[in-house]
């Protein structure tokens, strides 16, 4: 099992920046990928960024040159710094690990944290 706390949600104006944390405890060592994922009202969840434990990134294209995604392995925590907001940034983030074991792979979600950008 892997818990998920996340945090720094908030509410910015357009241009605005923030940064949230997420900090993994529990089986961390079968974590492979952390990443960061968002759902906006009346739409479906989707990626933001992702990072491996070796630290490749993935970026959505729509969050490219403004959100950077990172980890501190000493800390067990990833987190999402995003420059330049929209409107269109406005959603529920979620921390998301991947982990496998046996075999196995799954997921594990954090509570969210609100992100609102407004215009």
């Known amino acids: 099992q892997v818990q998920l706390v996340e945090s720094g949600g908030g509410l910015v104006h357009t241009g605005g920046s923030l940064r949230l944390s997420c900090q993994a405890s529990?089986?961390?060592?079968?974590?492979?990928?952390m990443g960061w994922y968002r759902q906006a009202p009346g739409k479906q969840r989707e990626l933001a960024a992702t990072?491996?434990?070796?630290?490749?990134?993935n970026y959505a294209d729509s969050v490219k040159g403004r959100f950077t995604i990172s980890r501190d392995n000493a800390k067990n925590t990833v987190y999402l710094q995003m420059n330049n907001l929209e409107p269109e940034d406005t959603a529920l983030y979620y921390c998301?690990?991947?982990?496998?074991?046996?075999?196995?792979?799954?997921?594990?979600w954090g509570q969210g944290a609100q992100v609102t950008v407004s215009s």
């Open positions: 529990g089986s961390i060592f079968s974590i492979y990928r």
């Open positions: 998301n690990a991947k982990t496998i074991a046996s075999g196995t792979i799954r997921d594990y």
């Open positions: 990072i491996t434990n070796g630290g490749a990134t």
